[in-house]
């Protein structure tokens, strides 16, 4: 049974910065790319960052050079570190793995970046 389970959200001044960390189970996990999704009300979730099996990594343009995906693949865990925040990048934040031709998620971390 795939398990994904966030946490490290809250809520953060603009300028400011988080630590969203996810921590897998029931995969392989060395052997999966992970990925950090976001969400807002009323709209799709959107691939923010992703990490290949071999440490590749690939973001969405709005969060380049501000937020740093990395894994450990002896703790089966993903993290996204998020620095210079801003307002727009408050969203619940998912880490996601496809397996087996589907997709899993975690129940998701909300980042609220306000003053």
């Known amino acids: 049974q795939v398990r994904l389970v966030e946490s490290g959200g809250g809520l953060v001044q603009p300028g400011g910065s988080l630590r969203l960390s996810c921590a897998a189970s029931?995969?392989?996990?060395?052997?999966?790319?992970m990925n950090w999704y976001r969400q807002t009300p009323g709209k799709q979730r959107d691939l923010v960052a992703t990490i290949t099996s071999d440490g590749a990594t690939n973001y969405a343009d709005a969060v380049k050079g501000r937020f740093t995906i990395s894994r450990n693949n002896v703790r089966n865990t993903v993290s996204l570190q998020m620095d210079s925040l801003k307002p727009e990048d408050t969203a619940v934040y998912y880490c996601?793995?496809?397996?087996?031709?589907?997709?899993?998620w975690g129940q998701g971390t909300h980042v609220t970046v306000s003053s």
């Open positions: 996601g793995v496809r397996f087996r031709a589907r997709d899993y």
């Open positions: 029931g995969i392989n996990f060395r052997i999966h790319p």
